[in-house]
C-alpha cells in the first residue's frame, strides 16, 4: 500500500517509510514495530535460502526411480488391501515412492522437483522428511479408506505441497513465486480432469492438497505445533480405521474367509505333519 505520494504504508499502523525499510509482499507491507509485534506468526520456519541443497527431494527422486527399475520389489511395498488389513501399515509411506508407468513418474518428479526444493529449503532437510512422510502416509489412507484398493505415486504429496504453497502465498515470497497464475491453473484443471478418469487416486490428490494446506495454515499460527499435532493423529488415525474396515464388503468378506481358515487348520480332524 502506498500513499498519493507513493511512499509505502504500513498495512497495520498506517506509518509511512521507505520501501527498504518495510517487510512483506507489495499490498501487504509492514513496518519494523508492526513486524516486530508478531514475529511469531509470521517469523519462518527457517531462513529461506537455495544454498541449502535439497538432499530430501533428490533422494526421494532417485529411490523413485530405483524402485521403478526395480518391479521385482513392488510387492513387498505397494498398499495391498490384504497386507495392510494383516497390519502392514508401513505400506502406506513405501507405495508413495512406487509408480505405474514411465509417464506416471516422469511427470511427479517433475512437480515434486518443483515445488519441493524451495519448500525444503524453507523448512529444512528433517521437517520436509516429516512432511513428506506425513502428506504420503495421509493421502495414501485417505484413498485406501475410500476406494479400498492399492495406489502407487507421489502424487498425494506433489498436492500436498501445492497446498501448503497455497496457504502460504501471501505470507512467503518464495510461495508467490512458484504459485505463477498458470501454475495453479494447469494445477486445479488436472486435479478436476482427474475426476474423468478411471484408475486415478483422486481422494489421495484431494487429501494431500487439504493436508498441505492445512499444515500451512499451522505454520502461521503462534502455537504452530498444536495443530500439527493434531493433523498427526488424524492421519494416525485413518491408518488404525485402515486395518479394521467393517463396513466394507470386501473386507468383511475376507474376514469370513480368515475365519474358515483358521477353524480348518485348528479343527482336530486335521492331522498336521510331524515336524522333524
Aim: aromatic letters at 12%.
Amino acid at each position: 500500500m502506498c500513499n498519493v505520494k507513493g511512499m509505502p504504508v504500513c498495512v497495520e499502523c498506517g506509518v509511512e517509510a521507505p520501501r527498504e525499510e518495510m517487510f512483506g509482499l507489495k499490498e501487504e507491507l509492514r513496518c519494523q514495530k508492526c513486524v516486530q509485534r508478531h514475529r511469531d506468526v509470521y517469523r519462518p520456519l527457517r531462513q529461506h535460502s537455495r544454498t541449502l541443497p535439497p538432499a530430501v527431494v533428490v533422494g526421494i527422486c532417485v529411490v523413485s526411480i530405483a524402485l521403478y527399475l526395480i518391479p521385482q520389489l513392488h510387492d513387498w511395498l505397494v498398499d495391498q488391501p490384504i497386507d495392510i488389513w494383516k497390519g502392514e501399515i508401513w505400506r502406506f509411506a513405501t507405495t508413495v515412492f512406487l509408480h505405474a508407468s514411465p509417464m506416471h513418474l516422469v511427470f511427479n518428479l517433475l512437480a515434486f522437483w518443483y515445488f519441493g526444493r524451495d519448500v525444503e529449503s524453507w523448512m529444512g532437510h528433517f521437517f520436509f522428511l516429516g512432511f513428506v512422510l506425513l502428506t504420503g502416509v495421509g493421502s495414501m489412507a485417505a484413498e485406501f479408506l475410500l476406494s479400498v484398493g492399492p495406489a502407487v505415486g507421489l502424487s498425494g504429496v506433489v498436492y500436498a505441497l501445492f497446498g501448503l504453497l497455497f496457504a502460504l502465498k501471501r505470507r512467503k515470497d518464495f510461495a508467490i513465486a512458484l504459485l505463477a497464475p498458470n501454475v495453479v491453473w494447469i494445477m486445479f484443471i488436472w486435479l478436476g480432469l482427474c475426476l474423468l478418469m478411471p484408475g486415478v487416486a483422486n481422494a489421495a490428490h484431494f487429501g494431500g492438497f487439504g493436508l498441505g494446506w492445512l499444515l500451512g495454515r499451522a505454520t502461521q499460527l503462534r502455537k504452530a505445533w498444536i495443530p500439527i499435532a493434531g493433523l498427526v493423529l488424524v492421519v494416525a488415525a485413518m491408518v488404525g480405521a485402515s486395518t479394521y474396515m467393517p463396513w466394507n464388503d470386501t473386507y468383511r468378506a475376507w474376514r469370513q474367509t480368515q475365519r474358515i481358515i483358521d477353524l480348518f487348520n485348528n479343527h482336530p480332524a486335521i492331522k498336521k505333519p510331524p515336524i522333524d
